[in-house]
């Protein structure tokens, strides 16, 4: 009896138990159902709605910071050098003779670009974390005044005009210039650049800045890109002429050769319309000057060789006698010196034709590059002394500066501003990111798509099993943390296996990157935090009014007129917050021709209005494109009874995620 | 003596044998081949190369003839070494017996018994070493004085250490003289028609990846002497080899090099200097090179001159005095023993087991020569030729080319490929010989035909990927999509 009632319970248990089982996971998957709007709930797990809070993610959390020198500025009697710490909030000075440091300074939002005045009394500092410049007494290093400018300005010029005193400055995160009167210290106008305002330059005679624009505009996914060198009259802001730089990108310095007539900028010319079948040959990207003369002509001339490439140019300084220039190669470590008298005659002997072709033949730098001076990690920022005798090397990762004489072209020394920040992982890792010699003979670094660890703007074709079949947007790597999986088809399960395997196969064609350093790299990934948007003033303050209407535009489970919206079409469901995905695999409508499959990982959205071009092939070249132009049947969300309004409404409020 | 000791002594002698010490730091490898041996009858090229008695030696320092250690022993013949990157294993190029065939064999620089490493029919030779320890060698080896014109062609083998060897050559003509470059690839000597048409043969310098994807000319095609051999990256990245007018029997040759900067365009002489002739440049460190050098002719060495070791500066005006030299031999090979930096590796895309490669030509009117007889038309269709053994040429079919000159054509891959491009009249324009290969699921792109060396793409999107490929194969055409107009 005793038994039997035993089993009539154990029976009951195991069967309510059982029930319980069944009903709740069908519970659950109704509610996955009803929640993610997804007939087949193969991949879904709860994690995709119930995310971690961002305050978990690595890029939230606090990290070491390190004595890494960005941009520099030489006082006009060369005997010291001021160079911007971004990542410690401070400007050091160095005495040139002894190379060491003498003071350093507080200065609060990310110094990055540096300028004197004429008497070398008024240090200028473009701060580029918030948005905002500093004017310091060299005396004292006290701050004598600040202003806001755009959205993260990286460097600062100064210039005597006939109307006054101007600071030039580049916005990088607002797309735009600032020009600044220095007493008092106001913004007088800002004029629009190109994409992404990086470096600027002023003319001899004080008549003209030229301000270098790091990323490429393409009319279409397939049609050549352009970056542009705007040249603005300092005095009023105004713009007097945009240089188309042709399928250049990552152009981040500028300089001007008076006694030449020409301006240089530091570029990688891109060939991302051609499948990426191979790397040698430059078929990929290669880096090279572009050479704009005053009647509008502009020559772009490599700066590889046929068989080593000096990855990711970025500063570059003409000497005073315009008979040199140097340029600092960030994923080679090295600052090539170009000998300006042999590249100039070589642009006198050629005809029309072989200067339109220069940049793609690599075989010609021989003929102009007088020398390759090794540096320290990551040179980035150059500075020159005013008689020319001394140049300065930024080397970024290594936390000094490499002086060099520019006679013997052999190094003097180091100023030494911090320990290399070799015990922090993601520095480690940052050293991975930016060097070029994990690829086919050092042509590109991590970087070299990913500036800052953003996207570059443009859709490549990569080898995949067929050719010219797998056009794909670049992705943003900021803000990545806990988006897994990756890659457009969400077949990358972690940063390792992304960068890992598959990038030495269609990309790198060299061996992996061995295993501790893909480890330290996709540390770096995971610490970079998402791109800012919006300007520092308005960084924890409230929506505005069009911004709120856009948010719930975006939050709308029903249309204006109450007809509800399916759940696997409303916004939120798929760009669910905080990450702003549900990381699962979509088809909004977007399978091109040549598309192998219609459906796509669903990308993230913290930090989308600077994610330019959108889509998985890139093809909508702002937010605006994908609902008209490229939208279809209201799959990408239903938008149908939006008015324009309500699009611009929900844009602004998109580029505030 | 006790049964123990003898037993402590045999194990302790075995244990001694076993290990290879380091040789002393500056030691050499050097070939030496005995003086006035006339090469055996149906001689390979090996044979006259390195006749009876020829041997591999370990140079220590101070260099004197006392100091040689011979590494080839119980070797009839053995020569061509090549140094591990960890610097501690001489690769070679051996005879076992007078009718064996040539073999590769190694030995530890610190001495022991030659081990051989392949079993190649018709022989190996040329042995070289790429990334990860991977053994890249030429097989069969050809008879002598028909290097470059066999029926039979040498082609290139890699072999990973414990694994059998995979073909990476798949031209009409010998693979030769491989070496790897710092960044990988696989440096060999090949032949081809002149593009001058000055000679119907000459040998230039190619390169591939090491899973013998992406072969491509690497200098030496138009212009220079018609033989090079022995190319070898120097420590500043220059490539040295020697060149000679011909390559019959005692023919020696000079040292000359390219800039790898420009490597079509800047060969030139190697050393200031004037020397009877070169057996061989090495890298040494810094930017010396170390140099087997013929001088004038010493007693009991008249058949072949008297080669000795030089080391020689990058800026020497003069030869100097030789490092080494053995009255008794001539020392016509020498290469250093020292550990250095390994070269890359290369993940490969091959994809074994695919019966194909995809070619993607850019714009097949692309050309630094004329078409023939001038003819200015554009290309209209691409026809493309396999070449199928003892010189037969099989047409596989042509495909249309589209209006900005761009084909996408996926072909029978590991078969020598020809192309020609035609005018809308069926009129060969332009003609490219069947030395191209593509591997199984290679895909492989080109700027256009007879194209300008070392030059990067325009950014510019071919029609071609428009619309799928074109398939052809060996067994006649397949599928051929239409071309397209912008």
Known sequence: MKLERIILVASSLALAGAGATVGGFSGLRYHERLRSGLPNLGMVSCVHCHQRGLDTLPWAKPRPHHDAPDGMAVSPDGKTLFIALNDRDEVAEADVASLSVTRRVKVPGGPFGLALDATGRRLFVACRNQDRVAVIDTRDLKELAAISVGIRPTDVAYCLTPAGE??????????????????????????????????????????????????????????????????????????????????????????????????????????????ITQVKDGWVMSTGVAISKRDGEVTQVPLDEANAYFSDPSGIVASPDGKRAYVASGGADVVTVLDLDRLGAWLA????????????????????????????????????????????????????????????????????????????????????????RYTFQGQFSCRSCHPDGHVDGLSYDFDGAGVGDNLLAN?????????????????????????????????????????????????????????????????????????????????????????????????????????????????????GAQDTSGVFDTPHLIGVGAMAPYLHDGRAKTLEEIWTVYQKDDLHGVSSYWSKQQLNDLVEYLKTI | MSSHTCILLGAAALLLA??????????????????????????????????????????????????????????????????????????????????????????????????????????????????????????????????????????????????????????????????????????????????????????????????????????????????????????????????????????????????????????????????????????????????????????????????????????????????FDDPQWNSIEATPVAARAEPNGHTSAVMPGAPYGTLLCLNVNDGSEPAADGNPAPAAELRVFASVGSGVRRTLGTVPVDSDGSVIVQLPADVPLGLDTLDAQGHVLRHQPALLWLRPGENRACIGCHEQRNHAPRNIRPLATMHGPAHLTLNGPTTVPHATTP
């Open chain 1, 166 to 275: 101007r600071l030039i400055v580049p916005n990088s995160g607002s797309n735009d210039i600032s020009v600044l009167s220095v007493s008092p210290l106001l913004e007088l106008t800002r004029s629009a650049g190109g994409r992404e305002p990086y470096a600027v330059a002023v003319s001899a005679d004080g008549g003209r800045v030229y301000i270098a624009n790091r990323m490429a505009i393409h009319d279409q996914v397939l049609s050549q890109p352009a970056s542009e060198l705007t040249v603005l009259d300092p005095s009023n802001g105004h713009v007097l002429n945009r240089v188309e730089l042709h399928s250049a990108h990552l152009a981040e310095g500028v300089a001007e050769v008076p006694a030449r007539g020409w301006v240089l900028n530091s570029m990688v010319r891109v060939r991302n319309l051609v499948p």
């Open chain 1, 349 to 436: 002997h050629a005809g029309e034709a072989e200067r339109s072709d220069a940049i793609e033949n690599m075989a010609l730098s021989y003929q102009y590059v007088s020398a390759r001076i090794p540096t320290g990690c990551n040179p980035q920022h150059l500075a020159l002394s005013p008689d020319g005798s001394r140049l300065f090397v930024a080397e970024r990762l290594d936390d000094r500066v490499l002086v060099v004489d520019t006679a013997s072209l052999k190094p003097v020394g180091r100023i030494v501003l911090g320990d290399g920040g070799l015990a922090d992982p993601i520095r480690l890792g940052e050293r991975v990111f930016t060097r070029a």
């Open chain 1, 475 to 591: 992705r943003s790597l900021c803000g990545v943390a806990g988006t897994e999986p990756f890659k457009w088809n969400g077949k990358n399960p972690t940063l390792q296996y992304q960068d890992g395997p598959r990038f030495a196969r269609v990309l790198m064609r060299t061996d992996e990157i061995p295993q501790p350093q893909l480890d330290e790299l996709a540390t770096f990934i995971k610490h970079l935090p998402p791109t800012r948007t919006i300007p520092w003033s308005r960084v924890g303050q409230p929506l505005t009014p069009a911004e709120e209407r856009g948010r719930k535009l975006f939050f709308a489970t029903q249309r204006t007129d109450g007809t509800p919206i399916p759940v696997g079409r409303q916004c939120q469901t798929c760009h669910r917050p905080p990450l702003f995905t549900d990381r699962l695999l979509t088809s909004v409508g977007t399978q």
């Open chain 2, 18 to 323: 076993g290990c290879h010490p380091d040789a002393p730091e500056g030691s050499l490898v050097l070939t030496q081949t005995p003086v006035g041996i006339p090469p055996p009858p149906s001689a390979t090229v090996l044979d006259v190369r390195y006749p009876p008695g020829s041997r591999v030696v370990l140079l220590v320092p101070p260099f004197r003839a006392d100091t040689v250690r011979e590494l080839s022993h119980g070797l009839v013949a053995a020569g061509d070494p090549c140094v591990s990157w960890d610097g501690r294993w001489v690769y070679f190029a051996g005879k076992g017996t007078d009718e064996a065939a040539w073999q590769i064999y190694r030995v530890n620089v610190g001495g022991g018994q030659p081990e051989l490493v392949t079993r190649m029919p018709g022989g190996a030779m040329d042995p070289s070493i790429a990334a990860h320890g991977e053994l890249v060698f030429s097989s069969p080896v050809p008879k002598a004085g028909r290097l470059s014109t066999p029926s039979e062609p040498a082609a290139l083998y890699g072999q990973m250490p414990g694994h059998e060897p995979s073909r990476l050559t798949f031209g009409t003509e010998s693979a030769v003289d491989s070496t790897v470059l710092r960044d990988g690839r696989v440096l060999f000597v090949t032949s081809g028609a002149r593009g001058d048409g000055r000679s119907p043969r000459h040998l230039s310098l190619f390169t591939i990846n090491n899973d013998g994807t992406e072969v491509t000319a690497y200098a030496c095609v138009d212009g220079g002497e018609d033989i090079v051999r022995r190319p070898r990256e120097l420590g500043d990245g220059r490539i040295a080899f020697l060149a000679s007018r011909s390559e019959g029997p005692g023919t020696v040759g000079w040292a000359e090099f390219v800039r790898s900067s420009a490597p079509f365009a800047t060969r030139s002489s190697l050393f200031a200097f004037h020397g009877a002739g070169c057996r061989s440049v090495e890298p040494m460190s810094g930017e010396d090179v170390l140099a087997c050098i013929e001088t004038s002719a010493g007693g009991g060495r008249s058949m072949m001159r008297n080669a000795k070791v030089f080391r020689v500066g990058a800026d020497a005006a003069a030869i100097g005095a030789p490092i």
